[in-house]
């Protein structure tokens, strides 16, 4: 008898989107989405049911603050920057029920400081990273359903009590992969124009839907004031979480005399923030 269970078959949808289980988020980001879909009519209403929204991993991290950010930046409340702060990684992925199987089209890792173990981050999350497959069914509504993903969690970190949302557009070289580990051949890589543009054309739909009051740069937020070159500065992406404070640690590294300027300012960085 124990033999017999153990070459039991495992029940059929074991390997299905919903044998995972679903959270408050996973619900309000799910129900967002098919209403969207439904929204758009023709082909994408009928694929609404096809779709599923997963939280499959939620792990407690911490940052390491570089120590020429402590030397030059102090907390609002004008104490020494902690050496670390505390955030959780969220991993939620989009699947689609196709010809009896569940495809993970889409996922994206989020970087979330709720508590104000987070320092100057606290109730600040981050979109760390995104990444798809060009399997969406209809390819019509590809672009706008993953929009309204990521409008719906913007509007649920609102609800939540963060503050502002950032995100840093870079896209991966040819034959670099952020999250799926292989793409197909024939999807092309967006360049970094039109991956801005196409976060540029989600936060005018977070604006519309109420999800986001305000857009900013983080170079107008935190540079401007002490850019004597007067140039835009572009730090270089590193494959590493909240590139923020990579960026910041090179800017202090390169400009010595401007840290001293920049650290009598209150730390701010840039992005959307919720109404």
Known sequence: DALARRRRAPPPDWWSARALPDTHMTRFLEARVRRRMRELGGDAAGFAPSVSVRLVSCVPQKLRV???????????????????????????????????????????????FPTPEAGPSSKRVYVA???????????????????????????????????AAHIWACPPQRGNNFIFWCHPTHQRTPSRER??????????RARAVGAVSRVAT??????????????????????????????????????????????????DDAGAEGG
Not at 129 to 150: G, I, K, M, N, Q
Not at 197 to 203: G, I, K, L, S, T
């Open 66 to 112: 570089p120590p020429v950010l402590r030397k030059h930046f102090v907390g609002r409340d004008g104490r020494a920057l902690p050496e670390s702060l505390r955030y959780e990684s969220r991993s939620v992925v989009l699947f689609q029920r196709t010809d009896g199987q569940d495809l993970m089209v889409f996922s994206m890792y989020v970087h979330e």
């Open 129 to 163: 990273y995104l990444d798809s497959v060009e399997y969406f069914r209809p390819r019509t509504a590809r672009t706008e359903v993953y929009h309204e993903l990521l409008v719906a969690y913007l509007d649920w970190a609102r609800v939540r009590g963060f503050e």
């Open 195 to 204: 991956l801005t543009e196409w976060y540029r054309a989600m936060v005018e």
């Open 218 to 267: 983080l170079y107008d937020e935190c540079f401007a004031a002490v850019d004597t070159m007067r140039r835009r500065h572009k730090p270089p992406h590193t494959h590493r979480p909240n590139v923020w404070v990579d960026a910041r640690a090179d800017a202090l590294d390169a400009a010595p005399e401007a840290a001293r300027s920049v650290a009598e300012a209150p730390d």
